[in-house]
């Protein structure tokens, strides 16, 4: 091994690989929010084309997360097993192949299937995409960059419903059709902007393939640098389910599922069905088209704050004020329900700005707290598990705005959100000026 300056490569600064690393990463994320989003903009239109049930609209609405739950499993694994780069590709292929499939959709159970392969694409882009970047990110940018790919799954969001709407005007039937594939034009450039991309030399070391990981450090960081300029890592479990849970790692685990959870049912049980939530807060017409838009822009303006205050206020204030205000604002909608649309509006703009501190962490905390041999399959577990109780939420809600009405179904939201927050409390780690090896580290 060369003698080189010994600089760690978590200490130098950004450089156009950086750059280009988190496009091809982040590229994943405005999909996953476009796909995942979508949805809501052409339900009422293929619900009334194909037929379905209440039943069948919340199937249809969660079987993107059924496959992320599927996938994320898997994903995880593979991705530790094989390497990140081989799986980079594969997510955008799902999302071409799925979006495109709906353009010859006759029946709900082929929509489902179809939105169920999209979502095993959006289950494996956490792992994959989210390990790449993490372990090429040096320590003081790792935490805002990759809170900021929170912030591309809101422009995703936002974008599907400024796309959608825009072709629904365009009327006819079949308008729903080209909705729904039109993600696929995103999965086509995602695919070109992720080729060259190169393996993680974390995890080339890992399985002892030195020569390789140099080649690449050099690559990315320049000639005078090593695999001596690489901090190792300190654990030496091995990639199980059995080893993640009883090494120690297992409260880790704990807290990220259900912080995660927490985040994300309220979430994505209102992004799936943004147009009938506001429509049953009394939003009529345009307040229902474009109040989507309003809020979906109110949750980027949210998560720029929080990862601004993400190295400065620290990981646990940040995931416990979170949760305290978004439950507040969600207790406020269930409490004025039947209010005017400034009201609702003031009340869904809070929990958008407020729930972003728990946003941005879902994929800093998974990626800070595992180490390099684990961290694919933890995140995958992760991802999984939190889409449970998403596609569950999701599939719920006609139903619970049926036979609970708009304000009791906002109070289980806000019920939800306590837990994150009990949990928050009683497990969040402080990772904040930490190496990737020290906040990975039971030692610490």
Same mark, same amino acid.
């Given at each position: 091994?060369?003698?080189? #300056?010994?600089?760690?490569?978590?200490?130098?600064?950004? %450089?156009?690989?950086? !750059?280009?690393?988190?496009?091809?990463?982040?590229?994943?994320?405005?999909?996953?929010?476009?796909?995942? *989003?979508?949805?809501?903009?052409?339900?009422?239109?293929? &619900?009334?084309?194909? $037929?379905?049930?209440?039943?069948?609209?919340?199937?249809?609405?969660?079987?993107?997360?059924?496959?992320?739950?599927?996938?994320?499993?898997?994903?995880?694994?593979?991705?530790?097993?094989?390497?990140? !780069?081989?799986?980079?590709?594969?997510?955008?292929?799902?999302?071409?192949?799925?979006?495109?499939? *709906?353009?010859?959709?006759?029946?709900?159970?082929?929509?489902?299937?179809?939105?169920?392969?999209?979502?095993?694409?959006?289950?494996?882009?956490?792992?994959? /995409?989210?390990?790449?970047?993490?372990?090429?990110?040096?320590?003081?940018?790792?935490? #805002?960059?990759?809170?900021?790919?929170?912030?591309?799954?809101?422009?995703?969001?936002?974008?599907?419903?400024?796309?959608?709407?825009?072709?629904?005007?365009?009327?006819?039937?079949?308008?729903?059709?080209?909705?729904?594939?039109?993600?696929?034009?995103?999965?086509?450039?995602?695919?070109?902007?992720?080729?060259?991309?190169?393996?993680? #030399?974390?995890?080339?070391?890992? $399985?002892?393939?030195?020569?390789?990981?140099?080649?690449?450090?050099?690559?990315?960081?320049?000639?005078?640098? *090593?695999? /001596? %300029?690489?901090?190792?890592?300190?654990? @030496?479990?091995?990639?199980?389910?059995?080893?993640?849970?009883?090494?120690?790692?297992?409260?880790?685990?704990?807290?990220?599922?259900?912080?995660?959870?927490?985040?994300?049912?309220?979430?994505?049980?209102?992004? *799936?069905? /943004?147009?009938?939530?506001?429509?049953?807060?009394?939003?009529?017409?345009?307040?229902?088209?474009?109040?989507?838009?309003?809020?979906?822009?109110?949750?980027?303006?949210?998560?720029?704050?929080?990862?601004?205050?993400?190295?400065?206020?620290?990981?646990?204030?940040?995931?416990?004020?979170? +949760?305290?205000?978004?439950?507040?604002?969600?207790?406020?909608?269930? /409490? +004025?329900?039947?209010?005017?649309?400034?009201?609702?509006?003031?009340?869904?703009?809070?929990?958008?700005?407020?729930?972003?501190?728990?946003?941005?962490? @879902?994929?800093?905390?998974?990626?800070?707290?595992?180490?390099?041999?684990?961290?694919?399959?933890?995140?995958?577990?992760?991802?999984?598990?939190?889409?449970?109780?998403?596609?569950?939420?999701?599939?719920?809600?006609?139903?619970?705005?049926?036979?609970?009405?708009?304000?009791?179904?906002?109070?289980?939201?806000?019920?939800?959100?306590?837990?994150?927050?009990?949990?928050?409390?009683?497990?969040?780690?402080?990772?904040?000026?930490?190496?990737?090896?020290?906040? &990975?580290?039971?030692?610490?």
């Amino acid at each position: 091994m060369e003698n080189t #300056p010994l600089i760690s490569i978590e200490d130098v600064p950004l %450089n156009n690989f950086h !750059q280009l690393m988190t496009l091809r990463a982040g590229g994943g994320w405005i999909l996953d929010g476009y796909i995942l *989003s979508i949805i809501g903009v052409a339900i009422v239109q293929f &619900s009334d084309y194909l $037929k379905l049930d209440s039943f069948w609209q919340g199937l249809v609405a969660a079987s993107a997360m059924l496959g992320t739950f599927c996938s994320g499993f898997l994903g995880g694994w593979l991705t530790d097993k094989f390497g990140r !780069q081989r799986l980079f590709f594969v997510g955008p292929i799902l999302f071409i192949v799925g979006s495109l499939g *709906s353009l010859w959709v006759e029946s709900g159970l082929q929509l489902f299937l179809l939105r169920f392969l999209v979502g095993m694409g959006v289950g494996l882009e956490y792992p994959v /995409a989210g390990s790449l970047l993490t372990e090429f990110l040096p320590q003081k940018n790792r935490g #805002p960059r990759l809170a900021g790919l929170t912030i591309l799954w809101f422009v995703g969001a936002a974008l599907s419903y400024m796309v959608g709407n825009a072709i629904l005007a365009q009327g006819g039937p079949d308008a729903w059709r080209h909705v729904l594939a039109s993600s696929a034009v995103l999965g086509v450039a995602l695919f070109l902007i992720r080729i060259g991309t190169p393996e993680s #030399p974390r995890w080339l070391v890992g $399985k002892g393939r030195f020569d390789e990981a140099g080649r690449i450090i050099k690559r990315v960081y320049g000639p005078s640098f *090593s695999l /001596a %300029n690489m901090p190792a890592e300190t654990s @030496e479990k091995k990639v199980s389910l059995g080893n993640l849970l009883t090494s120690g790692y297992g409260k880790r685990m704990l807290f990220v599922i259900v912080f995660w959870t927490a985040a994300v049912v309220p979430m994505f049980a209102v992004y *799936s069905f /943004a147009p009938v939530v506001l429509q049953a807060l009394n939003l009529k017409g345009a307040w229902a088209a474009y109040g989507s838009v309003l809020i979906t822009l109110l949750f980027v303006v949210g998560c720029i704050i929080a990862t601004r205050l993400i190295d400065t206020m620290g990981r646990r204030p940040l995931v416990i004020h979170s +949760f305290l205000w978004s439950s507040l604002a969600l207790l406020g909608l269930g /409490a +004025f329900s039947s209010g005017s649309e400034i009201a609702v509006l003031l009340m869904f703009g809070a929990y958008a700005l407020f729930i972003g501190g728990a946003q941005v962490l @879902e994929l800093v905390y998974p990626n800070e707290l595992f180490p390099t041999e684990i961290r694919a399959f933890a995140v995958g577990i992760g991802s999984s598990m939190t889409r449970v109780g998403s596609a569950i939420g999701t599939w719920l809600v006609p139903v619970a705005l049926i036979n609970l009405g708009i304000g009791n179904t906002m109070y289980v939201a806000a019920a939800v959100s306590v837990v994150g927050l009990i949990v928050s409390v009683w497990l969040a780690p402080e990772t904040r000026g930490m190496s990737l090896e020290q906040a &990975s580290s039971l030692k610490r």
